[in-house]
């Protein structure tokens, strides 16, 4: 009673027995007349359409056996919890501790978005809270969330960022209201996909699938194309044991090129220290036990290429050289160059090469028709556990893998068949229907009949700050930073004679399902990315078309290249790679370092052997530390590593104009540095020379005159 009568209050002007409501609302008129809002005469805040006292959650808060302070701050809409603790606590609860305990105890809306837990809560001179003085608190991602494993979970995070406002990176298993997500920002987020994807969703599909990779998947089947079956387990494995489609394509470059190096995959791992060797070979012979790749041949039988796994148990190809250490790159490159005899070996060979200096170097020399780059973090993971439980004389303990590589193929060629596959390709087949046979870039020397495989390669290094910058278009922009180097090099391309048509030859994971994550093998497709650079667009302007190029490509992976080649059917040339002759490959996040106890293992490094696939490849890397860098791998039979040079800085030159001014238009970018320009404006002008009044028919006539 006394509370309602202190919010109701009598009306003083209204008739006798009326009151008025006391909202806690304060307000004041102004000179003219009009009543300005200044805040509330207590603490109730409003989140969500709901009204909230915030000492509510305080008192709760304060319940949990841990907590001793705690207090709250409502801004930008979001609740941050600050806490202390009770002495002596420890473990102390983590944010995503307190947070599930209050979930259990209040409504959604009245759990705060962000937790903070600090040593003691600062005090203003009265021995007040000081609020002003708490510090900031971001939303942080969840541990051991996964990356995204494909740009069109790549855009869904960004724009769920976005939306929420953060800075730190989500990864794709984090929650939307985890992080601030509400009714209103959800609304935002739909908004914000149809704008970018063309895709429409509602609420109730944001609350249904709350983290960026379901998002993802929720719209990937909005999209209302056929969905493949799930992959599972093969209880009963037919006689031959059919390839996956891009170890058939690999099969058959094998055959129609001679047993070569193009598609050997060296990688090396430099050690301090020396390890076991006795212990390194059973492991190893522990990694070809876990994946079934590792101890395959390929047969065939009246030209159809069959898998042979052999039994276990298998040895592998493992050799253990001494070498001086001023010869150790030399043996590296020579152990790198062997060719693969599919029909006979397996197709990983390991050599480990000591130093009369006391360190080693550990190649891992692999065919691509067994790996690929998303095999190398489950493949040096599994060799590390394998190598521990080696040097402690036991087998490793590991969980068997949910499926192989044959659940995969025996898979990818049942589901890839009638009306799922038959749209993926009428899908190619427009997208790429006019395409030029070759890209118009020209080359230092003429093209032979047969397209070589003797290549050069040079290094690329656009440092960190690019990088950073990098990101931040994609952000602004809603894509990609693939697409941002993608646009960048179609422009630079284009401003180098290649045309307004550019197709660029880009791998993707192909591992749509979470359980082939841990598996080592070839799942790799390769998609044609066609980027129309015509009408002297606004960077901006290209990206946008690179954007929805490229999603609609991506949402179209399942189609195995070669079937995307028979459907499209462009002329055929041993001068070149059909449909395109440039590939890019942009990987992201840190290069994978083993973990073998008793010695420092460096990266996993990829050797050049001078072996090539395309006319021009740029393989990139980016990562926080290091930035973007890599290599481009060029044909030595159509370019001088200096061109190469040059259209490397070309595309530097095109991020760091694009980047900086993004409505910079692809005639404003300056590509030519320096020197170049010099060159071109100055020394290739020639000397000036006067030559009189005369006309070109008057000197005609003078010379007909003088030697008749």
Same mark, same amino acid.
């Given at each position: 009673?006394?509370?309602?009568?202190?919010?109701?209050?009598?009306?003083?002007?209204?008739?006798?027995?009326?009151?008025? $409501?006391? %909202?806690?609302?304060?307000?004041?008129?102004?000179?003219?007349?009009?009543?300005?809002?200044?805040?509330?005469?207590?603490?109730?805040?409003?989140?969500?359409?709901?009204?909230?006292?915030?000492?509510?959650?305080?008192?709760?808060?304060?319940?949990?056996?841990?907590?001793?302070?705690?207090?709250?701050?409502?801004?930008?809409?979001?609740?941050?919890?600050?806490? %202390?603790?009770?002495?002596?606590?420890?473990?102390?609860?983590?944010? &995503?501790?307190?947070?599930?305990?209050?979930?259990?105890?209040?409504?959604?809306?009245?759990?705060?978005?962000? !937790?903070?837990?600090?040593?003691?809560?600062?005090?203003?001179?009265?021995?007040?809270?000081?609020?002003?003085?708490?510090?900031?608190?971001?939303?942080?991602?969840?541990?051991?969330?996964?990356?995204?494993?494909?740009?069109?979970?790549?855009?869904?995070?960004?724009?769920?960022?976005?939306?929420?406002?953060?800075?730190?990176?989500?990864?794709?298993?984090?929650?939307?209201?985890?992080?601030?997500?509400?009714?209103?920002?959800?609304?935002?987020?739909?908004?914000?996909?149809?704008?970018?994807?063309?895709?429409?969703?509602?609420?109730?599909?944001?609350?249904?699938?709350?983290?960026?990779?379901?998002?993802?998947?929720?719209?990937?089947?909005?999209g209302l194309r056929p969905t493949l079956p799930p992959l599972t387990r093969v209880e009963e494995r037919p006689g031959r044991l059919p390839l996956s489609f891009a170890q058939q394509r690999l099969w058959l470059v094998e055959a129609l090129g001679g047993r070569g190096t193009s598609y050997n995959v060296p990688l090396a791992v430099r050690l301090e220290g020396r390890p076991d060797s006795d212990a390194l070979r059973e492991a190893f012979g522990d990694l070809v036990a876990r994946h079934e790749p590792l101890r395959t041949r390929f047969a065939s039988a009246e030209g159809h290429p069959y898998?042979?796994?052999?039994?276990?148990?298998?040895?592998?190809?493992?050799?253990?050289?001494?070498?001086?250490?001023?010869?150790?790159?030399?043996?590296?490159?020579?152990?790198?160059?062997?060719?693969?005899?599919?029909?006979?070996?397996?197709?990983?060979?390991?050599?480990?090469?000591? %130093?009369?200096?006391?360190?080693?170097?550990?190649?891992?020399?692999?065919?691509?028709?067994?790996?690929?780059?998303?095999?190398?973090?489950?493949?040096?993971?599994?060799?590390?556990?394998?190598?521990?439980?080696?040097?402690?004389?036991?087998?490793?303990?590991?969980?068997?893998?949910?499926?192989?590589?044959?659940?995969?193929?025996?898979?990818?060629?049942?589901?890839?068949?009638?009306?799922?596959?038959?749209?993926?390709?009428? $899908?190619?087949?427009?997208?790429?229907?006019?395409?030029?046979?070759?890209?118009?870039?020209?080359?230092?020397?003429?093209?032979?009949?047969?397209?070589?495989?003797?290549?050069?390669?040079?290094?690329?290094?656009?440092?960190?700050?690019?990088?950073?910058?990098?990101?931040?278009?994609?952000?602004?922009?809603?894509?990609?930073?693939?697409?941002?180097?993608?646009?960048?090099?179609?422009?630079?391309?284009?401003?180098?004679?290649?045309?307004?048509?550019?197709?660029?030859?880009?791998?993707?994971?192909?591992?749509?399902?979470?359980?082939?994550?841990?598996?080592?093998?070839? !799942?790799?497709?390769?998609?044609?990315?066609?980027?129309?650079?015509?009408?002297d667009p606004e960077f901006r302007e290209l990206l946008a078309r690179v954007r929805g190029a490229d999603l609609d490509a991506f949402a179209h992976q399942d189609a195995p290249f070669d079937l995307v080649l028979e459907a499209v059917n462009p002329a055929r040339s041993l001068a070149r790679h059909p449909l395109f002759q440039v590939c890019l490959a942009l990987e992201s996040g840190p290069s994978v370092v083993p973990k073998l106890p008793g010695l420092h293992a460096g990266p996993v490094e990829p050797l050049a052997t001078g072996a090539v696939k395309f006319d021009l490849e740029f393989l990139?890397?980016?990562?926080?530390?290091? &930035?973007?860098? &890599?290599?481009?791998?060029?044909?030595?039979?159509?370019?001088?590593?200096? %061109?190469?040079?040059?259209?490397?800085?070309?595309?530097?030159?095109?991020?760091?104009?694009?980047?900086?001014?993004?409505?910079?238009?692809?005639?404003?970018?300056?590509?030519?540095?320096?020197?170049?320009?010099?060159?071109?404006?100055?020394?290739?002008?020639?000397?000036?020379?006067?030559? &009189?009044?005369?006309?070109?028919?008057?000197?005609?006539?003078?010379?007909?005159?003088?030697?008749?």
């Amino acid at each position: 009673p006394a509370t309602t009568a202190s919010h109701f209050v009598p009306h003083p002007f209204g008739p006798p027995g009326s009151r008025l $409501y006391r %909202t806690g609302d304060q307000a004041h008129w102004d000179t003219v007349g009009n009543l300005h809002y200044t805040g509330r005469t207590d603490t109730q805040i409003k989140i969500r359409g709901f009204r909230i006292e915030p000492t509510e959650i305080e008192t709760v808060l304060t319940t949990h056996p841990l907590v001793n302070q705690a207090t709250l701050v409502h801004a930008d809409d979001r609740l941050t919890a600050y806490v %202390t603790l009770t002495s002596g606590t420890r473990p102390a609860p983590s944010p &995503g501790d307190l947070k599930a305990w209050l979930r259990e105890r209040l409504p959604d809306h009245m759990v705060p978005a962000r !937790f903070a837990v600090l040593d003691r809560l600062p005090l203003t001179p009265n021995g007040k809270i000081d609020r002003r003085a708490l510090p900031a608190v971001e939303a942080l991602p969840a541990v051991g969330g996964r990356a995204p494993r494909s740009e069109l979970e790549e855009v869904v995070r960004t724009l769920v960022g976005e939306v929420l406002g953060l800075s730190v990176p989500l990864s794709m298993d984090d929650d939307f209201f985890d992080h601030g997500g509400h009714s209103l920002l959800a609304a935002r987020l739909t908004n914000r996909i149809g704008a970018t994807l063309g895709v429409t969703l509602t609420l109730r599909d944001v609350f249904r699938h709350p983290t960026p990779g379901a998002l993802a998947r929720r719209i990937e089947d909005a999209g209302l194309r056929p969905t493949l079956p799930p992959l599972t387990r093969v209880e009963e494995r037919p006689g031959r044991l059919p390839l996956s489609f891009a170890q058939q394509r690999l099969w058959l470059v094998e055959a129609l090129g001679g047993r070569g190096t193009s598609y050997n995959v060296p990688l090396a791992v430099r050690l301090e220290g020396r390890p076991d060797s006795d212990a390194l070979r059973e492991a190893f012979g522990d990694l070809v036990a876990r994946h079934e790749p590792l101890r395959t041949r390929f047969a065939s039988a009246e030209g159809h290429p069959y898998q042979v796994i052999d039994p276990l148990p298998v040895t592998p190809d493992f050799e253990v050289r001494d070498v001086p250490v001023e010869r150790l790159d030399a043996e590296l490159l020579a152990a790198a160059g062997h060719c693969f005899d599919l029909t006979a070996e397996h197709p990983l060979r390991v050599t480990l090469l000591r %130093t009369d200096g006391g360190d080693c170097a550990l190649l891992v020399l692999l065919h691509h028709i067994a790996t690929d780059g998303q095999s190398l973090g489950p493949l040096f993971a599994d060799l590390s556990t394998a190598y521990a439980a080696r040097l402690e004389g036991r087998a490793p303990d590991r969980d068997p893998l949910p499926v192989t590589y044959t659940d995969y193929a025996l898979w990818q060629r049942a589901a890839l068949t009638g009306r799922p596959l038959h749209e993926q390709l009428a $899908y190619w087949k427009t997208a790429l229907a006019g395409l030029p046979e070759e890209l118009a870039l020209l080359h230092d020397h003429p093209a032979p009949a047969t397209a070589g495989q003797r290549g050069g390669m040079v290094r690329v290094d656009f440092g960190s700050e690019l990088h950073q910058s990098i990101v931040e278009l994609a952000r602004a922009e809603r894509c990609t930073p693939f697409m941002v180097v993608q646009a960048a090099l179609a422009a630079t391309l284009t401003r180098s004679g290649a045309g307004t048509d550019i197709p660029i030859g880009s791998p993707v994971a192909g591992r749509s399902d979470e359980a082939l994550s841990a598996l080592v093998g070839f !799942f790799v497709n390769t998609l044609v990315l066609r980027t129309d650079t015509s009408g002297d667009p606004e960077f901006r302007e290209l990206l946008a078309r690179v954007r929805g190029a490229d999603l609609d490509a991506f949402a179209h992976q399942d189609a195995p290249f070669d079937l995307v080649l028979e459907a499209v059917n462009p002329a055929r040339s041993l001068a070149r790679h059909p449909l395109f002759q440039v590939c890019l490959a942009l990987e992201s996040g840190p290069s994978v370092v083993p973990k073998l106890p008793g010695l420092h293992a460096g990266p996993v490094e990829p050797l050049a052997t001078g072996a090539v696939k395309f006319d021009l490849e740029f393989l990139l890397r980016a990562d926080e530390e290091r &930035g973007l860098t &890599g290599a481009v791998l060029y044909r030595r039979d159509l370019y001088e590593q200096a %061109t190469v040079e040059r259209l490397v800085a070309r595309v530097r030159r095109a991020l760091e104009q694009a980047t900086a001014g993004p409505r910079t238009r692809l005639s404003e970018l300056e590509l030519l540095g320096e020197a170049e320009r010099r060159q071109v404006v100055e020394e290739w002008t020639g000397t000036r020379a006067e030559i &009189g009044e005369a006309t070109l028919p008057d000197r005609f006539e003078e010379q007909a005159r003088l030697r008749p």
